[in-house]
């Protein structure tokens, strides 16, 4: 018996799997109906439509968040899905980290865009947004 009581390690083949969590959690829920609540009631998607043309920082926005999610759907569809790289940040390293910045600059770029129609509330109504997406997105699989 070891020393002081210590117990030895068990071998990770021996180590019970975790059960992963429900896609539908209270956490889950609470972004979706806020981002939901967001949308309604700021008229989102109205303001979105009306300040498209007068801002470049939109446009910006738009074409850097076009990149991110393109990268984003050929890691996950054309090299998870199709080619079976589970792997695809080791083998691409760059991927990821073009991915995260492309997406951080089109946050910054639609936080200036909007800043006019709802000045510091714009960073806390965008995050509400994008974690909405996500948390829907999380439910498809």
Not at 82 to 91: A, K, L, M, N
């Amino acid at each position: 018996m070891p020393p002081f009581g210590y117990k030895t390690e068990t071998s990770t083949a021996v180590q019970k799997k975790e059960k992963p969590l429900p896609r539908l959690n209270i956490h889950s829920g609470f972004w979706i109906l806020a981002s939901i609540v967001v949308t309604y009631y700021v008229d989102f998607f109205k303001t979105l439509k009306e300040n498209f043309h007068t801002s470049s920082w939109f446009v910006c926005g738009s074409a850097l968040l076009l990149v991110s999610l393109s990268i984003a759907f050929y890691c996950i569809v054309y090299l998870e899905w199709y080619c079976g790289i589970q792997e695809y940040d080791v083998r691409y390293p760059a991927l990821i980290p073009i991915t995260t910045a492309s997406f951080i600059a089109a946050g910054i770029c639609f936080n200036i865009a909007l800043w006019h129609v709802w000045s510091f509330f714009t960073p806390l109504l965008l995050f509400t947004q994008f974690m909405g997406v996500v948390m829907f997105i999380t439910l498809l699989g």
